[in-house]
């Protein structure tokens, strides 16, 4: 089973800064795609960013420039790096992986509990 657990969340002003991190533990043979979703109250969950085992990106349009997405894979650890928040960023976000548990398995995703962000005018 993979376990995935995000932190980082919190109170921001607008155009303040935050770093969300994930971590991926359990039993993992690889960790393929990671990536950063959000869901604010009364809407669907959406996309932030994504990023592949090689480092490949990509953004919602309404993050790129703001936000940046990385990841190190020796820790199995993604990280979002908020810049320039905006009201309209708060949510919950949440930690997404795509990873095969052993050899033997097929690929599955995985998602965290989500952290909270919430930035005041």
């Known amino acids: 089973q993979v376990h995935v657990l995000e932190s980082g969340g919190g109170l921001v002003q607008a155009g303040g800064s935050l770093r969300l991190s994930c971590v991926a533990s359990?039993?993992?043979?690889?960790?393929?795609?990671m990536g950063w979703y959000r869901q604010a109250p009364g809407k669907q969950r959406e996309l932030v960013a994504a990023?592949?085992?090689?480092?490949?990106?990509n953004y919602a349009d309404s993050v790129k420039g703001r936000f940046t997405i990385s990841r190190d894979n020796a820790k199995n650890m993604a990280y979002l790096q908020m810049s320039s928040l905006k009201p309209e960023d708060t949510a919950i976000y949440f930690c997404?992986?795509?990873?095969?548990?052993?050899?033997?398995?097929?690929?599955?995703?995985?998602w965290g509990q989500g952290t909270q962000v919430t930035v005041s005018s």
């Open positions: 359990g039993t993992i043979f690889r960790l393929n795609a």
């Open positions: 997404q992986v795509s990873a095969i548990a052993t050899k033997y398995s097929g690929e599955d995703d995985y």
């Open positions: 990023i592949s085992t090689i480092g490949s990106t």
